[in-house]
T-cell receptor, first 114, second 113 residues
């Protein structure tokens, strides 16, 4: 089955700096890559997603890039703010008509320091 | 539109007890799933369903049962609780076609003593 590795496990940046989180996946058939943000004690919430027919997607300060050949994708957060502090999870799945089985990375604890 | 609703939010069980975690969604999503979240291990898929009457196993199904009698409800049953099942459980749902964004419930924190 699919295996997703995520690095780093913890990341500390100064407010205003950029943060980059990287993930690799094993199954070349995976074609959907969402990123989730989870604040302490809360549910994971989708912040951005990308499909394999797109190399990059941006939404304000957040962007995701995908390299299908190398089987890795990354989350980029620019101009970080204290409210960006949370755990971020990447995931991969093979979209089919039957659903969306997500395989998650182990998470990155991002801390934005003042 | 409540989204995905999970109950209870917290539960303490004794080893060997059984219980059912409830999950309901009001978004008419075909696909529903259960994940468990343990420190340092991300979220792992327990069971999933692509529609009423259809269920299948995920990555860590042992010790859990599910059923899907309606589109809205997807309960998770712990047959005989063990300390290894201490975890936070999330129910999630999404459409099977079109936009695939998955919505999570607020979670159930389960402790087995």
């Amino acid at each position: 089955g699919e295996n997703v590795e995520q690095h780093p496990s913890t990341l500390s940046v100064q407010e205003g700096d950029s943060a980059v989180i990287k993930c690799t996946y094993s199954d070349s058939a995976s074609n959907y890559f969402p990123w989730y943000k989870q604040e302490l004690g809360k549910r994971p919430q989708l912040i951005i997603d990308i499909r394999s027919n797109v190399g990059e997607k941006k939404d304000q300060r957040i962007a995701v890039t995908l390299n299908k050949t190398a089987k890795h994708f990354s989350l980029h957060i620019t101009e970080t703010q204290p409210e960006d502090s949370a755990v971020y999870f990447c995931a991969a799945s093979i979209l089919t008509g039957g659903g969306n089985k997500l395989t998650f990375g182990t998470g990155t604890q991002l801390k934005v320091e003042l | 539109n409540a989204g995905v609703t999970q109950t209870p939010k917290f539960q303490v069980l004794k080893t060997g007890q059984s219980m059912t975690l409830q999950c309901a969604q009001d978004m008419n999503h075909e696909y529903m799933s259960w994940y468990r979240q343990d420190p340092g291990m991300g979220l792992r898929l327990i069971h999933y369903s692509v529609g009423a009457g259809i269920t299948d196993q995920g990555e860590v199904p042992n010790g859990y049962n599910v059923s899907r009698s309606t589109t809205e409800d997807f309960p998770l049953r712990l047959l005989s609780a063990a300390p290894s099942q201490t975890s936070v459980y999330f129910c999630a749902s999404s459409y099977s076609r079109g936009r695939k964004a998955t919505t999570f419930g607020s979670g159930t924190r389960l402790t087995v003593v």
